[in-house]
Structure formats: C-alpha cells, structure tokens
Nanobody, 124 residues
Framework: QVQLVESGGGLAQAGGSLRLSCAAS????????MGWFRQAPGKEREFVAY????????YYTDSVKGRFTISRDNAKNTVLLQMNSLKPEDTAVYYC?????????????????WGQGTQVTVSS
C-alpha cells in the first residue's frame, strides 16, 4: 500500500504560480503510476496530469498543456505539479493518485490510492 499526502495549495492571482507536492509513504513508490486530478464545486473529478513510473511520458489534459508540469522524484517518494499562468477556472481541490496498473490514465477508477486533496483558489 501507499499513502499520499498533498501540500502546496492556496490562493493565487490569475497569471500566478503554485507548486503542489504529493508525498508518498510505503514501499515501492517507483512501481506506481501517478496522476493529478481536480474537482471543482458541483463538478465531477477530472484528470489533470499523469506521469509514468520512471518519470517519462507525462500526459496532460488539454486545458493545462503548456502551463502545468508534472514530475516525480522516486528517491524522495514525491510527485510535483508545477502550475504556471493560473486561471480562475483552475480553482478546485487537487488530488494526487497512484496506481500499479494504469491503462487509461484519465480515468479515476484506474488509480488505487488517493490523497486527501489540497485546495487551489485562483482569483481574477
């Protein structure tokens, strides 16, 4: 099993930046595919970004391409989401997720473990 704890959320102005961090505890972090999802009030949880076990092949939803960057450090059991050029529509609770067998990276059901979420609020 792996336990995930997000941090780094907060309030930012439009055009600003935030960096989210997801700390994983437990064994074999490097065996997990990792993703970031978000959920705005009244909306379904949506996919944001994905990274493979080795850190290659990052994948993003279209609305964040060119603005967000996902990365991981397997030695530190950490996944990061650097968010630049933030927009008010990025406001949501952001969740870190991990799975050992992920085929459809944008589907929440593919991930076995979830963090508690961190709030990101972007003001206009």
């Amino acid at each position: 099993q792996v336990q995930l704890v997000e941090s780094g959320g907060g309030l930012a102005q439009a055009g600003g930046s935030l960096r989210l961090s997801c700390a994983a505890s437990g064994r074999s972090f490097s065996s997990y595919f990792m993703g970031w999802f978000r959920q705005a009030p009244g909306k379904e949880r949506e996919f944001v970004a994905y990274i493979s076990r080795t850190g290659s092949n990052p994948y993003y939803t279209d609305s964040v391409k060119g603005r967000f960057t996902i990365s991981r450090d397997n030695a530190k059991n950490t996944v990061l989401l650097q968010m630049n050029s933030l927009k008010p529509e990025d406001t949501a609770v952001y969740y870190c997720a991990g799975g050992q067998s992920v085929t459809y990276v944008a589907r929440p059901t593919q991930y076995d473990y979830w963090g508690q979420g961190t709030q990101v609020t972007v003001s206009s």
